[in-house]
Nanobody
Framework: QLQASGGGLVQAGGSLRLSCAAS????????MGWFRQAPGKERDFVAA????????TYADSVKGRFTISRDNARNTVYLQMNSLKPEDTAAYYC?????????????????????WGQGTLVTVSS
């Protein structure tokens, strides 16, 4: 199970840190990612990280503003979001791959993720 938290209302230019706590299986062996879905739109990739934090990848729209990290001892993945923009408003979902242990590549496609947390809503006001 994945439990996302940390969403809220913030003004443009502000920051939020999302957390995703994993339980029930060995998530530390797998890549994890964050996706987001704005109202009326498809779910889009935001960021992903390999099992050992050796590699990360980001959507172009968040590069330089968002940082993904993980603490395997705490079974938690984080998304630090800085310089937020109104267009970042969305429900944010964390996800875990479950098929490739110890992958050296972070995955950025929805089809590579099998476990999903519930969304946490981020609203950025202008």
């Amino acid at each position: 199970q994945l439990q996302a938290s940390g969403g809220g209302l913030v003004q443009a230019g502000g920051s939020l840190r999302l957390s995703c706590a994993a339980s029930g299986r060995t998530f530390s062996r797998y890549a994890m990612g964050w996706f987001r879905q704005a109202p009326g739109k498809e779910r889009d990739f935001v960021a992903a990280i390999t099992w050992n934090s050796g590699s990360t990848t980001y959507a172009d729209s968040v590069k330089g503003r968002f940082t993904i990290s993980r603490d395997n001892a705490r079974n938690t993945v984080y998304l630090q979001m800085n310089s937020l923009k109104p267009e970042d408003t969305a429900a944010y979902y964390c996800a875990s791959n479950s098929r490739v242990e110890f992958s050296r590549d972070p995955f950025y496609q929805i089809r590579d993720y099998d476990y999903w947390g519930q969304g946490t809503l981020v609203t950025v006001s202008s």
